[in-house]
């Protein structure tokens, strides 16, 4: 029964991965968009700062923020076929029910993997560095990862609740506010003192400190406790997240076949 559920898990990878070949301007921009924000934000806020090490700060948080790109294409393709009926033909089938998120999710992460390697190349072209061991890098990478993975499942709830293509903008709005009310472009003591606290509070927020911590980056200020063990919350956010969205996902998901 496992290798079954395994089987129809991986051939629903396949059809998602499939879409590479077909549309490939379509992986070139989920690529290139963080690329483009990457270097934008680099060089027009970075330049503008004035601060010697303002880019090792900066690139380790865009990092981090860009894990929260791209999760209307999940939601997109989600609600597009629930429209077009293809989710209804794949219930007919004697396959597992959770083979379709299962190789949704896959697949984002594989494209979020790629674009995030990509990123480390840019960040290394426009002067970022880091100063950890290979260890700590990969425990960062891991850490990127670990957050991409856990506001997928968000991003696969809201897409699904949403129903439609056309509101999956309006969803996804809901998004951004965790993304950008984060420390990755300043540090929370530079803020006023309740924003302060919200920021440092922020699930981006920890991953972006954890992760500046690890590749030896600065991290600029912050004295609470939230930023004492962002590591700690860079992982508990994720899980909690996933232990909160994964079952309301798949219970959604079920529930659209009664």
Not at 35 to 44: A, D, E, G, H, T
Not at 122 to 138: C, F, I, Q, T
Not at 210 to 225: D, H, K, M, Q, Y
Request: glycine share 10%.
């Amino acid at each position: 029964m496992r290798i079954h559920v395994l089987s129809d898990c991986w051939t629903m990878t396949r059809r998602e991965l499939a879409h590479w070949q077909r549309r490939p301007m379509r992986a070139v921009i989920s690529v290139f968009f963080p690329l483009m924000m990457l270097v934008m934000f680099v060089y027009f806020i970075g330049g503008g700062m004035g601060v010697g090490n303002y880019r090792e700060f900066l690139v380790p948080g865009m990092f981090a923020l860009t894990m929260a790109f791209g999760l209307e294409s999940t939601m997109v393709a989600l609600t597009q076929d629930l429209n077009k009926g293809v989710i209804d033909r794949f219930r007919s089938l004697p396959m597992s029910r959770s083979a379709v998120l299962v190789g949704r999710s896959v697949h984002d992460m594989l494209e979020s993997a790629v674009a995030l390697a990509v990123l480390l190349l840019a960040g290394l072209l426009v002067g970022w560095r880091w100063h950890g061991g290979p260890g700590a890098v990969l425990a960062a990478l891991g850490l990127l990862l670990l957050l991409r993975f856990a506001m997928l499942w968000a991003g696969i709830w809201l897409g699904l609740v949403a129903g439609r293509p056309e509101m999956v903008q309006a969803a996804q709005i809901l998004i951004w506010p965790v993304a950008f009310f984060s420390n990755v472009f300043s540090s929370p003591s530079t803020m006023p003192g309740w924003m302060g606290a919200v920021a440092e509070w922020n699930p981006m927020s920890a991953t972006a400190r954890a992760v500046r911590e690890l590749f030896g980056n600065p991290v600029w200020g912050g004295g609470s406790w939230a930023a004492e063990h962002a590591a700690l919350l860079a992982v508990a956010w994720p899980v909690a997240m996933l232990a909160v969205f994964f079952p309301l996902a798949v219970r959604k998901y079920a529930a659209m076949g009664r």
